[in-house]
């Protein structure tokens, strides 16, 4: 079962305690550390390759967040935020004793801060308080391997549940000094639930909803960052007689996964990631938000299996749904050979026109410029102002009845159309956040401020083309 043995203590460590897996977190922290190493980082669903190293090194990790408009189901466009690019973050890859110098890169086309608290850091806030990074800027932190484990983890920038809902998870594994046991495949999987302002299946580019988020309703709940992600030519796959290892993680933010292979027993799981207390010959595996499983499994026919959240309602309707193929000779013993086939019709998949590229309207009176302001709104501002205009204590400042707002209205076009990122006070409340700069065009920044100005108790200014123009600070897009 187990792959290498490193040293008499790790010896000795197995065969008084049974089946346990890995050191002490003392004897972890005594570890000395020899050399330096680069993390090898892999998308999903591919994996880092073992650790066959006998002693702890140092490791760097340069992780790098970036904010990408991507699919999310068919013809649904999203701005995740991302760890590395794609959702779930990249896979991280460590052994116990490890001492990592992580590097949080915040690419400057982001328009957002983030930071990252992983679950396999014991330090305040899993690193998130030291790792506090604006766009264009680096942060660095270091932190010692003391738990084995599969570990979540996640960005923590408030509101923490739009980062996270946004795609900003991913799994980094803690290897025990023994390595785990040697298989023929191993694949990474991560479920997450989405909220957008359209229902599921409404076209073209869809802002994220807080509303939603706060009641937990998600529009999406998906594998590996959106509808389809790992069907048909990107299935997971595999030849019978092969043992396959999935490291499945929950990046939430609200659901938890009821983790399940439709027609595939798992023959060992791991559950919540605790490498030292495997179960056997399990059905299906609940895996919290933030948390993680190892499922292990000998594939035994050949066919095409589906991996689902059995809350099936989300399997089917919703995204929660991948599959893995497997190919080599049949043994009718053990399945007939009757296979499972699939289609999936998410709600109102019809076609409705998408509003990008297409000339966007134009006001000609004030109502007009209300109406279209509020899209705007919802489309660029929402998120971090809040659907009342309140904002999030702490993080982003109110418009309603804002008192920085109402005071000057050509201030309020400089900082729509060249961000903000001094200290400021609104209504007696301090904030030291990034206001992005909007590259709107001059149209769409005066209906958004009219509309900003006729909502929520504001002071009834519009704001016309002409004055955006003649006050921008950033060129027009
Ligand atoms: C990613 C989050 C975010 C988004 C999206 C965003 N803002 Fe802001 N906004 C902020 C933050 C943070 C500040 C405060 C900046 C500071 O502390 O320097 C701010 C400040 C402001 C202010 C001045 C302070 C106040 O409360 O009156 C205005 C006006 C404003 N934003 C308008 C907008 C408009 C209009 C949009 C959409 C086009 C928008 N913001 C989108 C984060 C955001
Ligand atoms: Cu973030």
């Not at 802002?207 to 009641?215: R, Y």
């Not at 998600?218 to 290892?245: H, M, Q």
């Not at 899209?375 to 309140?390: I, K, L, P, R, S």
């Not at 400089?414 to 006070?425: D, I, Q």
Request: glycine fraction near 10%; charged fraction near 20%; hydrophobic fraction near 40%.
């Amino acid at each position: 079962m187990i792959r290498t043995l490193s040293s008499g203590a790790v010896l000795a460590a197995v065969l008084f305690a049974g089946s346990a897996y890995g050191a002490s977190r003392d004897e972890n922290l005594a570890d000395p550390i020899v050399g330096v190493e680069d993390a090898v980082l892999t998308d999903a669903p591919n994996v880092p390759p073992p650790i066959h190293r006998d002693h702890a090194t140092k490791v760097i990790i340069h992780l790098e967040v970036r904010e990408l408009e991507g699919r999310l189901a068919d013809g649904v466009r999203y701005t995740f935020w991302t760890f590395g690019g794609h959702v779930p973050g990249k896979f991280i890859r460590i052994r116990e004793g490890d001492e990592v110098e992580f590097h949080l890169d915040n690419h400057p086309n982001n328009k957002n801060p983030h930071n990252i608290d992983l679950h396999a850091v014991n330090g305040p806030g899993g690193g998130a308080a030291a790792s506090l990074t604006a766009p264009g800027h680096s942060s660095v932190f270091s932190f010692k391997a003391l738990n084995p484990g599969l570990f979540v983890y996640h960005c923590a920038t408030a509101p923490v549940a739009m980062h996270v809902g946004n795609g900003m998870y991913g799994l980094i594994l803690v290897e025990p000094k023994q390595g785990l046991p040697k298989v023929d495949r191993e694949y990474y999987l991560m479920q997450g639930d989405f909220y957008t302002h359209g229902a599921n299946g409404e076209q073209g580019l869809q802002p994220f909803s807080m509303a939603k988020a706060l009641d937990e309703k998600p529009d999406y709940v998906v594998f590996n960052g959106s509808v389809g992600s790992t069907v048909g030519d990107n299935a997971l796959s595999a030849k019978v007689g092969e043992t396959v290892r999935l490291f499945v993680g929950d990046g939430g933010p609200n659901v938890t996964s009821s983790f399940h292979a439709i027609g595939q027993i798992f023959d060992t799981v791991y559950p919540e990631g605790d490498l030292s207390a495997p179960a056997h010959n399990v059905q299906t595996t609940a895996i919290p938000a933030g948390g993680a499983a190892v499922t292990e499994f000998k594939m035994s026919a050949p066919g095409t299996f589906i991996l689902v959240d059995h809350s099936l309602e989300r399997a089917f309707n919703r995204g929660a749904l991948a599959q893995l193929k497997a190919t080599g000779p049949e043994d009718k013993l053990v399945y007939s050979g009757k296979q499972f086939d699939l289609v999936y019709q998410p709600e109102g998949t019809g076609i409705r026109v998408v509003t990008q590229g297409v000339q966007a309207p134009v006001a000609h009176t004030k109502d007009e410029r209300v109406k279209l302001g509020a899209d705007v709104f919802t489309n660029n501002c929402q998120a971090c102002h809040q659907e009342n205009g309140e904002g999030v204590p702490n993080a982003f400042p109110p418009l309603a009845k804002s008192d920085y707002l109402n005071g000057d209205k050509i201030r309020a076009i400089k900082t729509v159309t060249g961000g903000l990122e001094t200290k400021l006070v609104v209504n007696g409340h301090e904030f030291n956040g990034v206001m992005p700069a909007w590259s709107l065009s001059d149209e769409d920044i005066a209906d958004v401020l009219t509309y900003v100005y006729n909502t929520w108790g504001n002071s009834g200014l519009e704001v016309t083309p002409e004055e955006v123009n003649s006050h921008r600070i950033q060129a027009k897009p």
